[in-house]
Every structure is written in structure tokens, then in C-alpha cells.
């Protein structure tokens, strides 16, 4: 999964960046003057893999992944997208919208997220219209694409009346003719509310609370100082200094349960004495999707999955076990996979 971070000029994204990644990219005003994003990558912690890598002792273990993209600056007008950001923007599978909601004397604004959101909103529109536009100048001049234009002009009229793409239904098959555009307001948004030391876990103001519930959006309260200050503590003074704050979980803890909830996703695992290993599908993913990422080989060959809860594998101590108890299933490549399922693939290639 790739997460893009964005916002304007001041909001702090890059902090969240780091506060999320670990990582120490430069911050404040002319930090992403060469236009460059900021990327990192965290593991995905995982209590269900922790355990059975201790049951397992494996000569490996790995955890899902999550990339982040922590977009430049825009450059010009303080609440306009730079084209090369727009380009950057389109190859993520979600955006993480950070907003400023705390006072800066260096900003000549005051800080107003609901001003930011509509703002992004407009312009993630704008950025739509603009290349489905072209695209539909040329494919009134094509024969036999008939069915192509009817779709990028129906497109057309909900983008010019201000209505994000992410509130209009397609057909299976339109969202396919529309996936190679990476249509920045088809995109999943998570609104990241970064908030002064003083408001940490005083919630969400009911005005901004009742506007990105109209717009569809999720909103998580962060304090990309606090967060920062907490990343160079030891563990334990990390944990004592989150719990006098009111805080039960990390942000880096909280915004990937947010962003696996935004996209749909879980993991199914895998396990064994050469690796235990978390694995990211959609949530209703079959069992054929879930062996083709793996490997292509696994889902061409697919002959059956062998399916354990994790709950029960870690309860009895093995497989074997689980197969006397009959906690272990034989299912077939429609086989909806389950959030925590620990799999083993028959294939025959």
C-alpha cells in the first residue's frame, strides 16, 4: 500500500511524515524546493506474526509493509497544486490530507481546516477535469469509442458541477476504463487534524466534524510535534509519556488502522519453520487472489487452500493439532478469505 502525504504549506505534513516513517527529512519553509518527495517505508506491527514467530522460530519473518510519499510543497499561490505534484499524487493508492489546526505566528493565515479541505477538494477536481478533458477532445474524434466518450462526459458534468468522483458510481467495467487516468478525486482521503501539545484528545470541533461527514471523509487527530518529540524517547518513556497524554495507541498505530479501514484491507498469513509472513488483500478477496499474491504460479496451479484461524493454530501449537481438533479447513479458490487466516496453498503447475 502507498500512502501520499499531503497538504499546504505550513500544515506540518512533513512532521507527520516523520513522526509515521522515523526518518528525518528536512521541515519548515523552502525544505522541498527541488520538488522531490520525501519517501519511507514502515513494517506493519502485527501481534497475530510476533506470536507465531515465537510458536515457529522461523529462519525469517516478515511483516506487511506500507509506503509512504510525503508530497513537495506546492510551489506559487499558497493553495494551488504544482503540476508535478499532481503527477506524483496519481500514482499513490490513497491520500493522507494533513491540516493545520494550531496556531503558528509564522503562517499569515490563521488556521482554518475547513478552508484547507475545500481548498484541496477544488483542486483535486480541477486536476481531474483538465486531463479528462483532453482526453474526451480526442476521443470525439475517433471512430468506434463511442462508449469511452458517453462515459468521459457524464465524468465531465459531475467534475464541472464540484462533485468529487469518490461519490459516483461506475460499473465494473467503467472503473476499469477509468483506472489508467489515476484520477485524483476517485482516491481515498483521510483527513490527518494536526493539532498543538495543549488539544491532544480534545476531539474533533462539531463544525469540522459535521463537514467531513458530508464529504464523506475520516479524520485523525495528531499532534506532529508531540509525536516527533515522543519518536526519540526509549520505548518505555514513550509509552508512560503517551499514556499521561490520554493517548492508547501511537499515531503510527492509529493511522495505519485508519488507512487499512480507508482502503478495505487485512492481512492472511503464512507459516512455518523457513518464515511466517503477513500478507495484504482486500477485505472479500478470494482464495485465488490471496495465492496469486503470493506467487502467479500459486494461483495458476490453485488446487485448494488449507485454512487455520490464527487464534486456533497459536491456541493448539500446530498444525497437526489443529487438523485432530478440526480446526483445519479445506476450502476452494472462491474461499473468502478472513482477516487473521493462516493459509497454506496446494498448487500443481
Avoid at 469540522?208 to 524517547?233: H, P, Q
Wanted: proline share 4%.
Amino acid at each position: 500500500m502507498k500512502m501520499g502525504v499531503a497538504g499546504f504549506p505550513g500544515s506540518g505534513k512533513t512532521t507527520i511524515f516523520n513522526a509515521l516513517t522515523g526518518l528525518s527529512a528536512e521541515v519548515g519553509p523552502g525544505s522541498s524546493a527541488a520538488g522531490k518527495p520525501n519517501l519511507g517505508v514502515i513494517k506493519v506491527p502485527d501481534a497475530r506474526v510476533d506470536r507465531l514467530s515465537e510458536l515457529f522460530s522461523p529462519k525469517k519473518t516478515t511483516y506487511a509493509e506500507m509506503s509512504f510519499v510525503d508530497f513537495p510543497d506546492p510551489v506559487g499561490e499558497t493553495r494551488r497544486l504544482d503540476p508535478k505534484v499532481i503527477t506524483q499524487m496519481r500514482e499513490v493508492d490513497a491520500l493522507a490530507h494533513v491540516v493545520r489546526a494550531f496556531t503558528d505566528p509564522t503562517q499569515a493565515e490563521d488556521a482554518n481546516p475547513i478552508r484547507d479541505l475545500e481548498s484541496l477538494a477544488t483542486e483535486l477536481v480541477v486536476a481531474d477535469l483538465t486531463i479528462v478533458e483532453k482526453r474526451l477532445e480526442r476521443v470525439r474524434k475517433e471512430k468506434g469509442k463511442e462508449r469511452e466518450r458517453d462515459l468521459l462526459a457524464r465524468v465531465v458534468e459531475c467534475l464541472e458541477s464540484e462533485k468529487e468522483l469518490r461519490h459516483v458510481d461506475f460499473l465494473p467495467e467503467e472503473e476499469t476504463a477509468l483506472s489508467g487516468f489515476g484520477l485524483l478525486s476517485r482516491k481515498p482521503r483521510l483527513v490527518v487534524l494536526n493539532v498543538a501539545e495543549s488539544a491532544v484528545g480534545q476531539g474533533v470541533s462539531p463544525d469540522l466534524l459535521e463537514w467531513t461527514r458530508a464529504a464523506g471523509l475520516d479524520v485523525l487527530e495528531i499532534s506532529g510535534k508531540v509525536e516527533m518529540e515522543l519518536a526519540e524517547l526509549e520505548p518505555d518513556e514513550r509509552r508512560a509519556f503517551e499514556q499521561d497524554l490520554g493517548l492508547a495507541e501511537s499515531a503510527r498505530d492509529r493511522f495505519i488502522q485508519a488507512s487499512y479501514s480507508l482502503l478495505q484491507l487485512m492481512s492472511f498469513l503464512t507459516a512455518g519453520e523457513d518464515e511466517v509472513r503477513a500478507w495484504t488483500i482486500r477485505r472479500g478477496d478470494s482464495a485465488l487472489v490471496a495465492a496469486g499474491k503470493i506467487h502467479s504460479d500459486i494461483q495458476r496451479g490453485f488446487i485448494r487452500a488449507e485454512v487455520m484461524a490464527c487464534a486456533d493454530l497459536l491456541e493448539l501449537g500446530s498444525e497437526a493439532r489443529c487438523r485432530e481438533a478440526g480446526k483445519l479447513r479445506l476450502e476452494g479458490k472462491e474461499y473468502v478469505v478472513a482477516d487473521g487466516d493462516v493459509v497454506h496453498f496446494r498448487f500443481n503447475v
